[in-house]
């Protein structure tokens, strides 16, 4: 028991220092990282907490509860660089548990680090960890409400076990919308406890009905985090901007977003791409898993059926919405290697299943080679033309380049001490040198250019000390790494309505203050000769625009 509960441990360590490689050096970088750290991080400093803000106006998009999280961790360490990526890391963590636990309990040790391995190596795993989006956390969420569930359906543990999923449930779907999912799970348990095929608790835990009555209540208590004191600070604040605020979350951004969705608009197979992309190398067992999952149904095992109608309902649920995005079916990834868990030993005896995977390892390593030794020998157009169009310096291109051949070299090198015999060994080296690398070299080689850090060191340098700084067209990252504190004027608003704004601003004090802009938004009846590219940002060229340049010349016929 000591020397499992050790290599456990062993293994959490292990995957916390290689997916938290590089946590502080390194900015929010979009698409989603600046706004919720920049929220996170006007939380801790404003003092509001209820409702988030994206500069002056109210973020509507998503609830705040994992900007909570960011802003606990900001408040706690003081660092944002750190702060805004521990929740996915400790998701990612967490996830890995849930998964070696659930399969344990069903399968036993063994096939419970088969599951957490399994989903380690898959890519879509290392990159949701890595990043400081919501989904590794909602997954984290959901894998744990399955896990909460599966110990009362497939075990016959308390039916407290079950409310704590739908507890879990409720509390994911106010993280986002898609929180919850492990519902559904509950339909084909059902069906299987009616026809007397899952283990049920002792008859004194009580009926049926009872435990699944509760499941609802249950559910209701875990949104009631957010939704009970948006609710209060409703009745008591009769702004409209409020009650348009929460409308637009519990209606547009849930229900009209997934059957109306407005972007993101893909065909109905978009998923099996997604699924022979990033859930490699498991997608790639595929073929051996699908007929033994089938033996397992019609041998009536209740887990295997119950978990893999669940994933199939995920992937059926999200395929049916116009707008996908390939992070949607994250959820359905920890679930089913849980549910392939008791297959992988036996999958790794056979020849054909090890030298698949050690060809997918060979492929990675020398992958990331070649692209490497093309970039630092090839024809110097090539990288050239990446370090204009992104505006990244030459040292940094560089810099990629020579971290992508050495990950490559080391790959290769791990590969080839482990050979098909020791295949798993190899993937999980070559696993941990791809997200050591992305971390400790990738990333933070990239960060001037893509963070916006860049744009704002030459905009702090340009602007005198007592200047005043809006922005216009703008990106969340610029807010973020400004300076100084900066007007705005709306976001959703478009660039000739900001500029309206700004112009009236900047009149107001047309010698100190100053407007940061996308330049193509920047109007023809500026004074061109004053306006000062300030670099690229993410493909995007800005400018500095002083008040001198706009209010003797502007007006409002122009700006229209």
């Not at 779907?173 to 084909?188: A, C, N, Q, R, Y």
């Not at 009555?213 to 939704?227: D, E, K, N, Q, R």
């Not at 370090?387 to 990244?392: M, V």
Request: hydrophobic share 55%; with cysteine.
């Amino acid at each position: 028991m000591l020397r499992r509960e050790r290599r456990l441990l062993l293994w959490l360590l292990a995957a916390f220092l290689v997916l938290g490689a590089g946590i502080g050096l390194r900015e929010p970088t979009p698409p989603d990282e600046p706004r919720f750290a920049m929220m996170a991080q006007d939380m801790v400093d404003t003092g509001n907490w209820l409702v988030p803000h994206r500069g002056s106006e109210i973020y509507a998009e998503k609830p705040p509860v994992f900007m909570w999280m960011q802003a606990s961790a900001y408040a706690a360490v003081g660092d944002l660089r750190i702060a805004f990526l521990l929740p996915s890391l400790l998701a990612g963590v967490l996830t890995l548990w849930l998964v070696y636990d659930l399969a344990r309990r069903l399968w036993g040790p063994q096939a419970g680090m088969a599951a957490s391995v399994a989903l380690a190596l898959c890519l879509q795993f290392g990159l949701q960890a890595k990043r400081a989006q919501i989904d590794m956390v909602v997954v984290a969420m959901i894998m744990g409400a399955v896990w909460a569930m599966g110990r009362h359906l497939f075990l016959g543990h308390s039916p407290r076990w079950m409310w704590f999923g739908a507890f879990l449930a409720g509390l994911g779907t106010v993280t986002k919308g898609v929180g919850f999912l492990p519902l559904l799970m509950l339909l084909p348990a059902f069906i299987l406890e009616r026809r007397g095929a899952l283990p049920l608790p002792d008859a004194s835990r009580g009926p049926w009905r009872v435990r699944w009555s509760l499941v609802l209540p249950a559910f209701l208590a875990g949104t009631a985090v957010w939704l009970a004191p948006i609710a209060l600070e409703v009745l008591r604040n009769p702004n409209p901007e409020l009650k348009a605020y929460v409308a637009e979350l519990l209606f547009k951004q849930t229900g009209e977003r997934y059957v109306n969705a407005w972007h993101h608009i893909k065909p109905w197979w978009y998923y099996s791409e997604v699924v022979a992309s990033l859930w490699m190398p498991g997608a790639l067992l595929l073929p051996w898993l699908v007929p033994a999952w089938w033996r397992r149904i019609r041998e009536g095992d209740p887990a295997t059926i119950t978990l893999l109608a669940w994933v199939v309902m995920v992937l059926l649920f999200f395929s049916a919405s116009p707008g996908k995005r390939g992070v949607y079916i994250f959820p359905a990834l920890p679930v089913l290697c849980v549910a392939a868990a008791p297959l992988l030993a036996s999958l790794l005896e056979r020849a054909g299943v090890r030298r698949t995977l050690f060809g997918y390892g060979l492929f990675l390593a020398s992958l990331m080679g070649v692209v490497g030794l093309a970039g630092l020998v090839g024809p110097e157009a090539w990288s050239a033309k990446l370090a204009e169009s992104r505006g990244i310096a030459d040292g940094d291109v560089q810099t990629v380049f020579a971290g992508f051949l050495v990950a490559g070299v080391l790959g290769l090198a791990a590969m080839g001490m482990t050979r098909t015999r020791r295949v798993v060994p190899g993937l999980l080296a070559v696993t941990a040198i791809v997200w050591t690398t992305y971390g400790l070299i990738l990333r933070p080689a990239l960060d001037p250019s893509s963070s916006g850090r860049t744009v704002m060191a030459a905009v702090a340098e340009r602007l005198p000390a007592d200047a005043e700084l809006a922005l216009v067209a703008w990106t969340e990252q610029m807010r973020l790494q400004a300076d100084r504190p900066v007007t705005d004027f709306g976001f959703k608003a478009s660039g000739k309505a900001q500029w309206r704004s700004g112009a009236i601003w900047l009149a107001e004090a047309p010698a100190t203050r100053w407007v940061l802009a996308r330049a193509d938004t920047v109007p023809e009846c500026v004074d061109a000769a004053q306006v000062i590219a300030v670099g690229l940002s993410n493909r995007r060229a800005w400018a500095l625009v002083p008040g001198m340049a706009v209010a003797p010349r502007c007006n409002a016929n122009d700006l229209d």
